[in-house]
């Protein structure tokens, strides 16, 4: 079986988010895998997708004030910057991180372990709508 879903993510602010939820309601068919894979690809250069805690917000905090202090945006070196001084930054932390996942599926749900959570990162100060393509794919 094969199905793919364009999934729209409301805006948010700079930081991590959970979306692990979000990525699940919109995948209808998910159930129906015994086995399978579930790959995202987020269609963004200034955000990105990880697999991290899914518990503590925390977490989410103390990763973006890494990245904040890892990649300012006031960097004298930065030539990109024509959406402002955010520019060059998002597309960073969209390397470092990555913007697709592959996921195992395991009886109709995603198989992820106890503490683990699909991350969004916004690296944008004003980011707007986010568009991911999920790809189901077993049997």
Request: aromatic share 6%; hydrophobic share 40%; charged share 20%.
């Amino acid at each position: 079986m094969w199905d793919q879903q364009r999934i729209i993510l409301e805006p948010r602010a700079r930081g991590f988010h959970l979306i692990t939820g979000d990525v699940v309601d919109a995948l209808p068919r998910l159930g129906e895998l015994d086995v399978g894979l579930l790959h995202l690809q987020l269609l963004h250069t200034s955000a990105s997708l990880t697999l991290n805690e899914n518990a503590d917000p925390d977490v989410r905090h103390d990763m973006d004030a890494f990245l904040r202090d890892l990649v300012p945006g006031d960097l004298a070196y930065f030539r990109h910057t024509v959406e402002g001084p955010d520019d060059m930054p998002t597309h960073i932390g969209a390397s470092l991180f990555g913007t697709q996942l592959t996921i195992a599926v395991n009886k109709g749900r995603l198989a992820l372990g106890t503490w683990q959570g699909i991350w969004m990162g916004e690296h944008r100060d004003h980011g707007g709508a986010r568009k991911l393509v999920a790809t189901l794919n077993g049997q």
